[in-house]
């Protein structure tokens, strides 16, 4: 069955620091990839997702992330963190070959930003 | 402007009662879905929607039920039989496409006393 690894279920960086969240599936077939923010209490908005194309996505907030299939990964960054970045990120795929289109969730990984 | 509500925000609920999540979007979305929310284990589907009047269990679908009578709503019910209901429950549409964006509500707060 198709997951999806986050490693670190915490980052900390300083403010003004490159932010680096990494994103592993595991299908031999790559799926659809989307990066998700959560803040508290709130639902998620979706950064970006690559789909096809261009393997370098930017998304929304300065944040950008690049589709490896050699490495099936997909690691979101961000070349300075701000405060306002402090937020719970997700990692999610889809499937291409599911005709539910559901998204399967990596675990999560809580972006701490310090002053 | 077009979203997803979800309600109520905060939910409480005596062991051995069902309750009812409200969701509802006004994005003309065919598809719809339910996904419980925990510490630590990221998003779970619960139940999904393509189509009215058609639903499919997800991967954690005992203890719960939905329906779709309209595009519009996709209410999901929370019964006894959920032996561990306390959890963040988030409602999700999408026009029914691999490439779309899923959007999220809010979120209801459910929490058993």
């Known amino acids: 069955a198709q997951s999806v690894t986050q490693l670190g279920s915490h980052v900390s960086v300083s403010e003004g620091a490159l932010v680096l969240l990494r994103c592993n599936y595991s299908?031999?077939?790559?799926?659809?990839l989307f990066w998700y923010v959560q803040y508290p209490n709130q639902g998620l908005q979706l950064l970006l997702k690559?789909?096809?194309?261009?393997?370098l996505v930017k998304g929304i907030n300065g944040f950008e992330a690049e589709f490896k299939k050699s490495e099936t990964s997909f690691h979101l960054t961000k070349p300075s963190a701000h405060m306002s970045d402090a937020a719970e990120y997700f990692c999610?795929?889809?499937?291409?070959?599911?005709?539910?289109?559901?998204?399967?969730f990596g675990s999560g990984t809580r972006l701490l930003v310090r002053p | 402007d077009g979203g997803i509500t979800q309600s109520p925000k905060y939910l409480f609920r005596k062991e051995g009662q069902n309750v009812t999540l409200s969701c509802e979007q006004n994005?003309?979305?065919?598809?719809m879905y339910w996904y419980r929310q925990d510490p630590g284990q990221g998003l779970r589907l619960i139940y999904y929607?393509?189509?009215?009047?058609?639903?499919q269990k997800g991967d954690i679908a005992e203890g719960y039920s939905v329906s779709r009578e309209k595009k519009e709503s996709f209410p999901l019910t929370v019964t006894s039989a959920q032996k561990n209901p306390t959890a963040f429950y988030l409602c999700?549409?999408?026009?029914?496409?691999?490439?779309?964006?899923?959007?999220f509500g809010p979120g209801t707060r459910l929490t058993v006393l």
């Open positions: 999700a549409s999408t026009i029914g496409l691999h490439t779309d964006t899923q959007y």
């Open positions: 299908s031999s077939v790559p799926p659809y």
């Open positions: 690559y789909t096809t194309g261009a393997t």
């Open positions: 999610a795929v889809s499937p291409r070959m599911d005709s539910s289109y559901k998204l399967i």
């Open positions: 994005l003309n979305h065919d598809a």
């Open positions: 929607s393509q189509i009215v009047n058609d639903f």
